[in-house]
């Protein structure tokens, strides 16, 4: 069974930092696209930062290259999204995801595979 557990959401301050954390198992995770999404309230899901574990190979949509950073620990199958310079449009429910599509694909076309339960960002100015 694909499993994928999402944590490390929080409240921080305009300027702050965040790391999420999103443990993966059930599936062979290195040969996957793994990314994550957020939702912010009356806005369509977007795909915001995906990575092919297998090489390192990763995707940012534009709004948060430079201050977002993905990362895999294959050993421990556990995807990280570090946040940093956090703005209030980055309040979200950041959700992980995982298919077997090539990791770009993952995030400009979404996701017909396992999703995690979401953990909620939030950045006050």
């Known amino acids: 069974e694909v499993q994928l557990q999402a944590s490390g959401g929080g409240l921080v301050q305009a300027g702050g930092s965040l790391r999420l954390s999103c443990a993966a198992s059930?599936?062979?995770?290195?040969?996957?696209?793994i990314g994550w999404f957020r939702q912010a309230p009356g806005k369509e899901r977007e795909g915001v930062a995906c990575?092919?574990?297998?090489?390192?190979?990763?995707y940012y949509v534009d709004s948060v290259k430079g201050r977002f950073t993905i990362s895999s620990d294959n050993a421990k199958n556990t995807v990280y999204l570090q946040m940093i310079s956090l703005k209030p449009e980055d309040t979200a429910v950041y959700y992980c995801?995982?298919?077997?599509?090539?990791?770009?694909?993952?995030?400009?076309?979404?996701?017909?595979?396992?999703w995690g339960q979401g953990t909620l960002v939030t950045v006050s100015s």
């Open positions: 995801t995982a298919d077997a599509i090539d990791y770009w694909r993952l995030c400009l076309h979404g996701s017909l595979g396992s």
């Open positions: 059930g599936f062979p995770f290195e040969h996957y696209g």
């Open positions: 990575i092919s574990p297998s090489d390192g190979s990763t």
